[in-house]
């Protein structure tokens, strides 16, 4: 992102609340160091689900708003997810949405957003983009949720095992593919890898050799 990008970011209307998870594990544990329940807590009963509404929203701070993503990744990780009607969810959503955030994730397929955080149709924006980069797309998208629709958080979240990632420390070439990985090489150069050794070579399958991935 450059500067004026940057700039034009931290001057919009509401306040951001922006959150980078490298390393979140699939997202599983993104919020694990947050306070955890015990298990016993995993048979509350939760409240019934209406859609998000424009007032709702409006009078939610920031912080009210990932605290609410927060909640609902803790009953995915708890196993006592809101049972969602879609149907309903998408007749009360017809005629308007109001999000309260956009998320930029990966296109991964174990890191689907609604699923993980257990919101509904209506809830959120999400931007996917294999390794979660950023470009003139996605900030663009990002301007129409913050100044246009109203979303007050914009959530950034990274995944383990991502074969973006993999495949940008592999200096793959693929087609397309090429240039999206290029945008990652900064961060892979400014980045000293401590951890066990890894392979050079990257496979167009998007998976590393067997025995290698997480
Ligand atoms: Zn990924």
Known sequence: MSESEKSNLNHLPSRRVFVKASTAAAAVGLFGAWGAKPAETAAAEEPPVVALTKEARDQMTADQILEKWKEGNLRFREGRKIQRDFLAEQKATASGQFPA??????????????????????????????????????????????????????????????????????????????????????????????????????HSSMRWPAGISS
């Open 101 to 202: 955030g956009v998320l930029l994730s990966c296109i991964d397929s174990r890191a689907p957003a609604e699923i993980l955080f257990n919101l509904g149709m209506g809830d959120i924006f999400n931007a996917r983009v294999a390794g979660n980069i950023e470009n003139p797309d996605i900030l663009g998208s990002m301007e129409f949720t913050t100044k246009l629709a109203g979303a007050k958080v914009v959530l950034v979240m990274g995944h383990s095992a991502c074969g973006a990632v993999a495949g940008a420390i592999a200096d793959a070439q693929l087609g397309n593919l090429t240039q999206l990985l290029a945008k990652l090489q900064p961060a892979i150069k400014a980045t000293t890898y401590t951890g066990i050794a890894r392979p050079t070579t990257w």
